[in-house]
């Protein structure tokens, strides 16, 4: 079993709609220490989230994320053509550590 | 500008030895942890390896433990991974990031460098 789960795989939306992305954690994550990233083919990740719900440096206000309990939210408001991706999550700490989600794509 | 910059990757046989490195520029390297983090082809991301800002903690995933070694040069700006008995399984695109220093989070990502390893 995964230690941290991703939903759904493949995400497929237009333009101007809103994304939500879901990570499930096996576990608690210590002081809600869980990240978003986005990778685009060819490129490294991106860091967008940090502690949950905190913005990366430069990040777009329409990304926001969110925690309940193990369940933790990547929300993106009124997808723009670049936004088309993939997601990943991680966790920091735990056993074992720093691991990533499985991912999803977000696809037009 | 803040820049990482991995070089070693190369195709071996499978059990033979690599050394990957990653320069910095543009940051105070020996201020922040270091890690490597892998992506198989077609695959998602793998978290390797992790190095504290001091070398006080090195921590590994199981699946290269005790085969991979991290280290860092903090006079050379460099960060290091040595990785023995290669197998298969260990082809991928080998990517070094900065943790934040803050909190917890890969905030900078080098563009990484490709190990095939051959059966």
């Known amino acids: 079993e995964s230690v941290l789960t991703q939903s759904p795989g493949t995400l497929s939306l237009s333009p101007g709609e809103t994304a939500t992305l879901s990570c499930r954690a096996r576990q608690s994550v210590d002081n809600n220490y869980l990240a978003w990233y986005q990778q685009k083919p060819g490129q490294a990740p991106r860091l967008l989230i940090y502690?949950?719900?905190s913005r990366a440096t430069g990040i777009p206000d329409r990304f926001s994320g969110s925690a309940s309990g193990t369940d933790f939210t990547l929300t993106i408001s009124r997808l723009e053509p670049e936004d088309f991706a993939v997601y990943y999550c991680?966790?920091?700490?735990?056993?074992?550590?720093?691991?990533f989600g499985q991912g999803t794509k977000v696809e037009i | 500008e803040v820049l990482l910059v991995e070089s070693g990757g190369d195709l071996v046989q499978s059990g033979r030895s690599l050394r990957l490195s990653c320069a910095a520029s543009?940051?105070?390297?020996?201020?922040?942890?270091m890690h490597w983090v892998r992506q198989a082809p077609g695959k998602g991301l793998e978290w390797v390896s992790g190095i504290s800002w001091n070398s006080g903690t090195i921590i590994y995933a199981d699946s290269v433990k005790g085969r991979f070694t991290i280290s860092r040069d903090d006079a050379e700006n460099s960060l290091h991974l040595q990785m023995n008995s290669l197998r298969a399984e260990d082809t991928a695109l080998y990517y070094c990031?900065?943790?934040?220093?803050?909190?917890?989070?890969?905030?900078?990502w080098g563009q990484g460098t490709m190990v095939t390893v051959s059966s």
């Open positions: 502690a949950a719900s």
């Open positions: 990031a900065r943790r934040m220093k803050n909190s917890l989070g890969f905030d900078v």
């Open positions: 543009g940051f105070t390297f020996g201020d922040y942890a």
């Open positions: 991680q966790q920091f700490g735990g056993s074992p550590p720093w691991t």
